[in-house]
């Protein structure tokens, strides 16, 4: 694969795919628009970026139009860029399409998903609308922050329109603090 072209390569795919010859060149550019891989068309798979390869290799998955897509942490190792885009990606087909996304990282789950399964060693634990994964994932958030200057100030300055449950200094030097966010702070 690393020696075919990204078109060479989604070919391939569809012909594997059983798509019948008269629809597969239209079939294979419908997904490189979709996943926005037509300008690296002529270019050897092997010469792509990490982000590029996981796009044409999503391309394939798309060929044949397939009920149902389980996509496994389908935005590791892509740049902020690149995971935008690829959210969107995602969100336009799970309108017409089912899909089943792996990943622990839960701002991308509550980016583009509608319900949420949690497995923990093997046993759903949670099972809601991605609106009710706060509640289980935990009303409060913690942060440990290390200050330079004056600590009153500082203290101020992170409690300014953040709704804190709690600030509370660790130190006696007011460098040190544990922050705990509500719910409510982003």
Do not use: W
Not at 26 to 39: A, G, S
Not at 143 to 166: C, F, H, M
């Amino acid at each position: 694969y690393p020696e075919m072209t990204v078109h060479e390569y989604l070919k391939f795919v569809a012909e594997l795919k059983g798509i019948k010859k008269k629809d597969r060149l239209i079939k294979v550019e419908e997904v490189m628009d979709l996943t926005m891989v037509t300008d690296m068309a002529d270019r050897l798979i092997r010469n792509l970026s990490k982000g590029y390869k996981q796009r044409v290799g999503f391309a394939g998955a798309l060929l044949g139009d397939p009920l149902v897509y389980i996509l496994d942490e389908p935005t590791v190792g892509l740049d902020p860029k690149q995971i935008i885009e690829f959210r969107e990606i995602i969100r336009e087909l799970g309108k017409e399409h089912a899909l089943l996304l792996s990943s622990h990282i839960l701002s991308e789950i509550s980016a583009v998903c509608d319900h949420v399964f949690i497995i923990n060693n093997g046993r759903l634990v949670a099972d809601c609308d991605v609106e009710n994964l706060s509640d289980i994932a935990g009303s409060k958030s913690t942060y440990t922050v290390k200050v330079k200057g004056d600590g009153e100030t500082a203290a101020a300055v992170i409690s300014a329109g953040v709704p804190l449950a709690e600030i509370e200094e660790i130190n006696e030097d007011g460098e040190n603090y544990i922050i705990t966010l509500t719910s409510e702070a982003d």
